[in-house]
């Protein structure tokens, strides 16, 4: 169960949601974001939080 997604969308296949580590702040983008633009930090693809 995953529960923490509850976000559905049909552009899954194009793209990838990447997190802001610090504020937790959801990005969908087709590649990774680089930093946030609002704290510096680096994005997270939640597709590879799996290790
Ligand atoms: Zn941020």
Redesign the pocket.
Known sequence: MNRDQDVEDDTSEMTSEYE????G?IVKAETNPGE??????DFQNRAKSVE
Not at 36 to 41: N, Q, S, T
């Open positions: 802001c580590l610090q504020y702040r946030c633009e609002k704290c510096g930090g």
